[in-house]
């Protein structure tokens, strides 16, 4: 068991480092990462005050447009060019 679980730890990590690399305005970035009680890696980023898109779709009480929403994806495609 604790194989796997170290063996995701890393996999984790190595993916984190590919994230300290991202650079973009659509791209929330990496600060570094940490270890909680347990050892499980966790990533550190920055304060979102708004909370993030998923969480702003959910909200009854956001009615985002077509051409928000359109901007939205097109938001999230270049920061995954």
Known sequence: MF???DELAESFIDD??????FIHDHVMTLIG???DENGLPLIVMPY????DLLDYLR????????ESLITFVLN???GNV
């Open 3 to 5: 194989k796997k679980r």
């Open 16 to 21: 984190a480092l590919v994230m300290k690399e």
């Open 33 to 35: 990462i940490t270890f």
């Open 48 to 51: 979102m005050e708004n909370s």
């Open 59 to 66: 909200q009854s009480t956001n009615s985002p447009t077509v």
């Open 76 to 78: 999230i495609v270049q």
